[in-house]
């Protein structure tokens, strides 16, 4: 073994494979697939909980009328632009059909908007909000194509006319527009790629938001995808398995787990979430990571998504409509979006409603008590709903994403003044350490199917540099639209990214261009 490899701990020998995946999430799980579809049956799958699906997880919560619990999603919870008849279609849409994921439209024309003295109608900001988006798209499709400097959403929006100012009803509406996707507010955000991020799903699949309410949990669709390889305890999964540490090099990947235990692998895909390679005291990788993938870990952002679950006896809200948002007249986010699951197509009569936070919020709500952040919750209430008497709730329960040591925070988004170059060296490999995860995808970055393209991507090249290496070698077919093995990676990052870098190669296969309605 290199030099570099610790001593065996134990008196055995690492266990050893082919391919080791690190991580069970929807990358994990896509990658194992893609090895399998090329033949390549020899990995492991190495996850931290006793299940997989990660950051697509759910929970029972409360109660119905015959006492059993109801499904709630913590994380992933929508199919995000769906496809149209002829069109691309989401992947994640694709198996959500086949499997017969339970969904139901979310229908953002569905709201209602309160302040502190109850209900106000405000909606019209919203309009204007949409209004200056068809203007301010069309900028960033010019700094696209000239090549000129990013600058960050605000800018954006501020040229197109839209200031909200210490309008707080704007505040809100301009949350529920853009913090409520991407878990940044507009100032910390890239304008061109937060464009572009939009349109590639919104535009090229369609600008459909599916809920989904399964009762067996969203992740059911990978767990059938899964059983499609791996048998039902297929030792190549291993549940409940920590990394700690991972020595890489250009010949081999060792992996060694808390448990004592350790791998040996010829190649490895890492798709630990952007939060994990972010914190020092999660993994540690050996060698330390070289400058230019420092870099691109240390500049990409993970949000914090936080959604905060109450059942209560009653349905006091309208039950016929989906959104409730709200505008403090202090604080910017403060427990702005309610969404009610008491609802046709969610869960009728179920009583439950649940609000959304992001980012700073989310941070100071998830670093308070239950009970503190409770009773923040209740007095909105009472101010949105000034007639109803608000009652206890019967269940109450919200994650704290910022701090789960598996996830370090929820998906990633990009803050201003990136480049396609900085974040080729996010996706890119080092040796025979692969990347994978929503947060290498640059066309779909924070979403399910970023995930689920970057994981097939990372499998197929191992694949591909496996057939030739095998020396079937010469003539044998790359299945990989970008190549196979090595990534392209950037030493010297550039300022800008010139219209030509909008390639397969930087991870941007399909057209940035996409338009309404196209
Ligand atoms: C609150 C929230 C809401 C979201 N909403 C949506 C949505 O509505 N629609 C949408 O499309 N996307 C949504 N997303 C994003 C979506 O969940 C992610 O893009 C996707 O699940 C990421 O998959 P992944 O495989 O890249 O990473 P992960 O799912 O994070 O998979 C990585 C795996 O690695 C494992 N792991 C981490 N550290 C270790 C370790 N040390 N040892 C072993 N294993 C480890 C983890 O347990 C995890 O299973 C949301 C995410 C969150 C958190």
């Known amino acids: 073994a290199p030099s570099f490899y610790p001593r065996d701990s134990g008196n055995g020998t690492c266990r050893k494979t082919k391919v080791a995946i690190l991580g069970g999430g929807v990358a994990g799980i896509t990658a194992a697939q893609a090895l399998t579809n090329q033949s390549i049956t020899d990995f492991l799958i190495v996850e931290y909980n006793g299940d997989i699906g990660g950051r697509m997880v759910h929970t029972p919560f409360g109660a119905d009328q015959a006492g059993n619990p109801y499904t709630v999603e913590l994380g992933a919870n929508w199919i995000q632009g769906l496809g149209t008849e002829g069109g691309p279609e989401n992947p994640i849409w694709t198996f959500g059909k086949k499997y017969n994921i339970s969904n139901t439209y979310s229908d953002y024309e569905s709201i209602l908007t309160y302040n502190e003295t109850g209900a106000v ?24 194509t000239e090549n000129l400097q990013d600058r960050s959403f ?58 989904v309410t399964d009762q067996r949990g969203f992740n059911h669709w990978l767990k059938s995808i899964a059983s499609t390889f791996l048998t039902a305890n297929d030792t190549r999964l291993l549940l409940d398995t920590i990394v700690t540490d991972v020595h890489y090099s250009d010949t081999g990947v060792l992996v060694t787990t808390e448990d004592g235990s350790c791998i040996e692998a010829d190649y490895a895909i890492c798709t630990f979430s ?39 006896n009653e349905t006091f809200w309208d039950p016929d409509t989906q959104f409730f948002l709200y505008a403090s007249p202090t604080t910017r986010g403060y427990y702005p979006v309610w969404q009610s699951l008491s609802t046709e197509g969610f869960h009728p009569d179920s009583n439950i409603i649940f609000a959304t936070v992001v980012g700073r919020e989310a941070y100071r709500i998830e670093a308070q008590s239950d009970d503190e952040t409770k009773a923040e919750a209740l007095e909105v209430l009472a101010q949105m709903f000034p007639d109803v008497d608000i009652p206890e709730p019967t269940a109450f329960l919200y994650p704290r994403w910022s701090t789960t040591p598996w996830s370090y925070g929820s998906y990633s988004n990009w803050p201003v003044g990136t480049t396609l170059e900085t974040h080729q060296n996010l996706r890119a490999n080092i040796g025979r350490l692969y990347f994978a995860g929503e947060h290498t995808s640059t066309e779909y970055f924070g979403f399910l199917h970023g995930a689920w393209f970057e994981g097939r991507e990372a499998g197929q090249r191992i694949a591909g540099v496996i ?15 970008a190549g196979c093995g090595d990534h392209v990676k950037y030493e010297v990052l550039h300022g800008t990214t010139e219209l030509y870098e909008y390639n397969a190669l930087n991870g941007m296969g399909a057209d940035p261009f996409y338009v309404a309605g196209s």
């Open 121 to 144: 109608d405000f909606t019209n900001l919203i309009g204007d909000f949409e209004t200056a988006w068809t203007d301010f798209e069309q900028a960033a499709g010019t700094i696209l």
């Open 154 to 211: 605000r800018a954006g929006l501020s040229q197109a006319g839209w200031k909200p100012k210490k309008n707080m009803a704007a505040q809100a509406a301009e949350w529920w527009e853009w913090d409520f996707e991407t878990s940044y507010p507009p100032d910390e955000s890239s304008f061109v790629f937060g464009i572009t991020g939009y349109n590639l799903s919104f535009y090229q699949f369609s600008d459909e938001n599916n809920f």
């Open 274 to 312: 952007l939060g994990v390679l972010q914190n020092d005291d999660a993994v540690t990788f050996h060698p330390e990571f070289p400058e230019w993938k420092d870099t691109s870990i240390a500049t990409f952002q993970i949000g914090t998504y936080t959604k905060i679950f109450f059942q209560f």
């Open 467 to 481: 057939a030739k290496d095998a020396e079937y070698g010469a003539n044998s077919t790359c299945k990989n639209e």
